[in-house]
């Protein structure tokens, strides 16, 4: 059975950091692209990065460019995603996702909450 597993989340003030990871097992993990999403109240689930199967392309969403930071370590079936300056906004249940090169995302994590206060 595939699993992706979150962890990190939690409390931070305005401008502090948080690190997520995500082990994933029952795939090969080097073979799919990993990302991570997030859902704030009463919002849709967005894309916030993805990183290839190879760790060479990274791609973001324009709120968080430049504060995340998404890396991979295959060797430990690892994607992580390092938050920095992190504001209000950025308050929401974080999930990470897998999928083949040319398809959906099929395999998502239970999410994580990550809450930012002012």
């Known amino acids: 059975q595939v699993q992706l597993v979150e962890s990190g989340g939690g409390l931070a003030q305005a401008g502090g950091s948080l690190r997520l990871s995500c082990t994933a097992s029952?795939?090969?993990?080097?073979?799919?692209?990993m990302a991570w999403f997030r859902q704030a109240p009463g919002k849709e689930r967005d894309l916030v990065a993805a990183?290839?199967?190879?760790?060479?392309?990274?791609t973001y969403s324009d709120s968080v460019k430049g504060r995340f930071t998404i890396s991979r370590d295959n060797a430990k079936n690892t994607v992580l995603l390092q938050m920095n300056s992190l504001k209000p906004e950025d308050t929401a249940v974080y999930y990470c996702a897998a999928r083949t090169t040319g398809s959906g995302y099929k395999h998502w994590g239970q999410g994580t909450q990550v809450t930012v206060s002012s």
């Open positions: 029952g795939l090969t993990f080097s073979s799919y692209v």
């Open positions: 990183i290839s199967w190879s760790g060479g392309t990274s």
